[in-house]
Every structure is written in C-alpha cells, then in structure tokens.
C-alpha cells in the first residue's frame, strides 16, 4: 500500500491559465476528498466523492474549480483561469468508509500551486 | 454547524517538560474526533483518533488525548517533549462519518 499520491508536487503558473491536478488514492479506498490549505492556516474541506458520485461540494469551490473521479479511482482538480488568490497546497486524501468503522482519513503530501 | 477551536497558534515548551494543546470542539451530534501532524513541506499524518469506547486515546510518538464530553474538549498531551516533535498540529472533528473539519493549527515549537 503507497499511500495517497499526488502529482505534480509543485506547479507555478501565470494568472489565467489552467492547472489539473491528479490525486491517485490508497487502492480501494471508496471516499477521495480535496482540501486548500494556505500559509498559516487549517485544511479546508473543498469537496468528496464516495466511488464516483460527489456528493458534497464547499462554497470556497467557484465555478472555476472542478473535480472529477470518473471511474471511482483517482481523481482530477482542475482550476480554470487561475488567480493569484488560488495560490495554495491542495491536498488529496482518502479512506475506506464503512458504516462501523469511522471514517479515517489519509492525506497525500499536497500539490503546491504558485500563481504568479 | 461542527467547528474545532485550537488555543494558542503557538505553543513553546522545553525538551522533556510536558507538551499540552488544546483543542475544543462544537458538535450537533455525537463527533468523532483527530489529531492529526504536519511536518513542513508535508501532508498531514494521522496521530490519533476518538471515535466510540473509552475517552482515553493512545496514539503514535507518546502522544494521547482524552475526550470529555462535559467539556466539549479534545486536548493533547504528551509527558516528555523530544525535538522532533517541533511540527504543526491539527485537531479536526468529523460528524458521523462525514467530511472533517480543521482547526487552524498550533505550532509547536521544542525548546532546547
């Protein structure tokens, strides 16, 4: 088991441009969330998906965000026209969720986003 | 609406002495509850975690935290502070099984 990747690690990139992110989770795990975490701050919760449905999305998700795991596998954060404010880590995690088990969440090392 | 408060965005102790953060949750229903550590340039790692049972938990590097409902508090401890404890720490609440929120952190920083 290699834990939660994420690619790239680090990515800058001009205002107005779009960027994707990937996020391969653990193997079978069936809930894959993203998260933003800026300098000096918490993680916040963007949006999760439980197979391939999303089924809860942040209001910090404009328009110009989008998120996709279209075969209940890794997932894509694709960030359009991008803003000097989307400036961030986004972090990938995953977990097996269970009705029994609580929901243990295991987090990627994070995609750095530079907008310059 | 679940929320997770952490006291003191920077906390310093010396090394040996007791590491305490504090944590303190609100909760509509029953929470489950984390700490999670984050090394700089990292993810975060999974400390330990409450959900059900006893309101003592035991988690990874001599950490622990206990639960008190009466409190709606989630502190940390540890007994002996070693170096490589110096890290951000998150305390996060989950509310049956759903997304987890985050606090905003406590840096700990180990005094020599």
């Known amino acids: 088991d290699t834990g939660v990747s994420q690619n790239p690690r680090h990515k800058i990139t001009k205002r107005g441009q779009n960027v994707t992110f990937r996020c391969d989770p653990i193997?079978?795990?069936?809930?894959l969330y993203w998260y933003r975490q800026t300098l000096g701050q918490g993680p916040e919760f963007l949006t999760y998906?439980?197979?391939?449905?999303?089924?809860?999305k942040s209001r910090l998700l404009s328009d110009r965000f989008s998120a996709e795991r279209p075969k209940g596998s890794f997932s894509t954060l694709e960030i359009q026209r991008t803003e000097q404010g989307d400036s961030a880590m986004y972090l990938c995690?995953?977990?097996?969720?269970?009705?029994?088990?609580?929901?243990?969440?295991?987090f990627g090392e994070g995609s750095w986003l530079t907008v310059v | 609406a679940q929320s997770v408060t952490q006291l003191g965005s920077h906390v310093s102790v010396s090394e040996g002495a007791l590491v305490l953060l504090r944590c303190n949750y609100s909760s509509s229903v029953p929470p489950y509850l984390f700490w999670y550590v984050q090394y700089p340039n990292q993810g975060l790692q999974l400390l330990l975690k409450y959900t059900t049972g006893a309101t003592l938990v035991k988690g990874i590097n001599g950490f622990e935290a206990e639960f008190k409902k009466s409190e709606t508090s989630f502190h940390l401890t540890k007994p002996s502070a070693h170096m490589s404890d110096a890290a951000e720490y998150f305390c996060a609440v989950s509310p049956s099984s759903d997304k987890i929120i985050f606090g905003k952190g406590t840096r700990l920083h180990i005094l020599p």
């Open positions: 193997s079978e795990h069936n809930r």
């Open positions: 995690a995953s977990s097996l969720w269970t009705d029994s088990s609580g929901n243990t969440i295991y």
């Open positions: 998906f439980q197979n391939e449905a999303q089924l809860e």
